[in-house]
């Protein structure tokens, strides 16, 4: 089950809806326009879904049976309903639609994964491009042969004397968060911040002790845990270190977040 924008006109106060406590969502809703998150299904979907692995393989999920919320919706009906009511002068192009009709569409408007619209059921999957991506040294370019640009990474600021570089631990996987009370990958609990050995002597602070974040956007308190952490930086765990970070610090474009920043640490006497 997920969470998407609800495109009913909300009225009255309260959700109906699942929303996580502490998630930021307003308490009431004050009037027609108000944004409220919805419960969605996806994988018990109607008709089956599809995932794509690392391994680019696009695999077919069928419908899991069982209990079911009442008023959860599949995905793809709450977003198109939502395009309608934004665009109601294409609601005619947007008709409902059954999975197997989405995946032969997909089929139609993305070559790369034509052969999506043969799953039809568990264990039915295609690796799009192929065993192989460009095999043989072969590139899809005007030469066939790979083509390298040079990037220059902007600079990085400077720290302060005394402080140090924070990076948010936000997973053990390029799309995974850790929310267990322990990473797999360090040991370390979720109030431990990982620093540098030098860094830790330097400010005199051992493994076990409390100690205090803090910039000017917020402050986090933790337990120090000395770790392979690069000189000069620290690391902690997400979303607890989100006090810390400058939200209108974001990338063009995509606007995402810098989630790093510029810390100070001080230990904490007991």
């Not at 690796?127 to 590139?139: I, S």
């Not at 220059?152 to 400077?158: F, V």
């Not at 845990?225 to 970070?245: F, R, Y």
């Amino acid at each position: 089950m997920g969470l998407v924008f609800d495109p009913h006109p909300v009225t009255g106060t309260g959700f109906s809806s699942p929303v996580p406590p502490g998630s930021g969502w307003p308490g009431d809703c004050a009037d027609a326009t108000t944004p409220v998150g919805s419960p969605v299904t996806t994988s018990v979907a109607p008709g089956g879904v599809t995932e794509t692995s690392t391994e680019r393989r696009i695999i077919f999920s069928p419908e899991i049976p069982g209990p079911r919320i009442g008023e959860a919706r599949p995905e793809a009906d709450a977003l198109v309903e939502l395009a309608r009511r934004v665009r109601p002068d294409i609601a005619d192009r947007l008709p409902e639609q059954s999975m197997d009709q989405m995946r032969r569409e997909i089929a139609q408007m993305v070559p790369f994964y034509d052969g999506i619209q043969n799953l039809h059921q568990a264990g039915d999957q295609f690796q799009y491009g192929g065993r192989h991506l460009c095999e043989n040294g072969q590139f899809a370019t005007p030469t066939g042969r790979a083509q390298f640009r040079v990037i220059r990474p902007p600079a990085l600021p400077e720290i302060p004397a005394g402080a140090l570089r924070l990076t948010t631990r936000r997973g053990k996987q390029f799309n995974s968060i850790v929310h267990a009370e322990h990473d797999a990958i360090t040991g370390a609990a979720r109030e431990h911040v990982l620093i540098n050995a030098q860094d830790a002597r330097q400010l005199g602070i051992d493994s076990g002790d409390m100690i205090r974040l803090h910039n000017s956007f917020g402050e986090l308190g933790g337990i120090a845990l000395i770790a392979a952490v690069k000189a000069g930086n620290v690391q902690a765990h997400w979303p607890e270190s989100n006090v810390l970070i400058d939200k209108n610090r974001r990338s063009p474009g995509a606007e995402i977040p810098d989630y790093n920043a510029i810390v100070w640490i001080e230990k904490l006497t007991k």
